[in-house]
């Protein structure tokens, strides 16, 4: 499949190929089909052009998952401007430091996070010609309203040369306290997108359930892919797990992706509830962005069956492994098998590599890597040499090839699929007078793989310090981050354990969390 087949881009071709076939399917069941939904976008593309987006200039979107914002990625697309999706679960001060470092032209927002954004904007620097839009027909003082612009635009294809992928960036946190753009610039490479598509065997006739929210990439870029092969995609407002089963069922849903914590709500629901709803339509269920217990694996297969994959990989890395359904149960704590056109490396702490078998710090190449992080060139340079990249992950493989996950070298925190780093709650808990010092870790948890721990040394009150509990510290990280990032439990210590230089060891507070648990990550 080219992306461009006699100047006609391939979104053009599934509307003059299959006008009525639908590309979308919202979560109460309103159809749009393909000659409808290319309209649409080259409404939008034409009305962006005219509104002074340029192609490399950065479109900042937040919303919950909508077809208007499958709209908006293709219109981008088409222009060549940079799609950049905002994590809704992000506070003002977080959301205006993405609106700083983006250098967002454009920024779209869903009714329900306008107030966010206009609480944020009082926070950024020179806005300029910044366009503030808002989905849907009405839009409050100080914005443009989506639909009345698309009806300001034509339904001619844009003249900007297309691409089957556009531009895009993810922010994601990393090696400090604030979030990195990952950027691409040039958009996915082709290749690796039929890579995709052969490895999960993906067509015109399955029907994609968007379950996770749109602004992680795995969910993104899976339910891009389906419109790119011409497919369906169902598309869930917000995860419930009831909701999702009841959408697999009434659409005969073929594939989906999910984070592990959602795979679980859904087999957490009882027996009896699960038992309603016909999932014999599942053909593949794509599992990837947090550690996937066997144990939640084996229960998977009893409910899916024997359709579930896992993959391993990144936002700057995209796919480094996969597991297919052969071999699931069979290596229930491998993450899959290298794929084909990535190189991988296990490097200790000098660089070299060790001995095959033994753990190091794993560096994957292939053409999915991402190209930069914006602003940060030291950061781009450390996680990313000679074309091979590394999130900080302890890995070895096995003598049949397969990858396992053991350790990870930074102190990043992953909840239920989301990237947590532990300066910035850290920066606000020092910012409690009772707190003197304090770290913040992952430690086990059923549900969510790891979760929030904030253990704390406070104030001597004797000398002088306020007191509090763990419940006022917890309320008071939940005012200034987002919910996922705020500690859920608070331990308190009379001092601790640090080198001869006063360098905090962390890993010695977290391993006794996790010497119970029987694993390290």
Known sequence: MSAVTGGVDILALHALGSPDKPVLINQDGVVTTYSEFNARVNRCASALLGLGLKPGETCLHIHYNRPEAFELAHALRKIRAITTPMNYRLRGGEVAYILNDSGARAIVAGEEFIPLIDEARAEIGDAGDRLWIAFGDKAPEGWLSYEEILRGGTEAEPETPSEITGPSMIYTAGTTGNPKGALRRDGADPAVVMQWIQWFNLGPSDVHLLAGPGYHSAPAAFAGVHTIVGATVVVEKTFEPELSLRLIEQHRVTTTFMAPILVKRILDLPAETRARYDVSSMRALIVAAAPFPGDLKRRAVEYFGDNVYEF??????????????????????????????????????????????????????????????????????????????????????????????????????????????????????????????????????????????????????EAGGTDTTADELIAFVRDRVAGYKVPRSVDFVDDFPRDPAGKLLKRLIRDRYWEASGTRI
């Open 312 to 461: 391993y990989g990144a936002t700057e890395s995209g796919l480094v492994t996969v597991m297919t359904p052969e071999d699931l149960l069979r290596k229930p704590e491998s993450c899959g098998r290298v794929v084909d056109g990535a190189e991988v490396l296990f490097l200790d702490d000098e660089g070299n590599e060790v001995e095959p078998g033994e753990p190091g710090e794993l560096w994957a190449r292939s053409a999915a890597i991402f190209g930069e992080y914006l602003n940060k060139p030291d950061a781009t340079s450390k996680s990313k040499r000679d074309g091979f990249f590394t999130a900080g992950d302890i890995a070895y493989q096995d003598d049949e090839g397969f990858v396992y996950i053991c350790d990870r070298k930074i102190d990043m925190i992953i909840s239920g699929g989301v990237n947590i780093y532990p300066a910035e709650v850290e920066s606000v808990l020092h910012g409690h007078p009772a707190v003197e010092d304090c770290a913040v870790i992952g430690v086990p948890d059923k549900e969510w793989g790891e979760s929030v721990k904030a253990v704390v040394k406070l104030h001597d009150v």
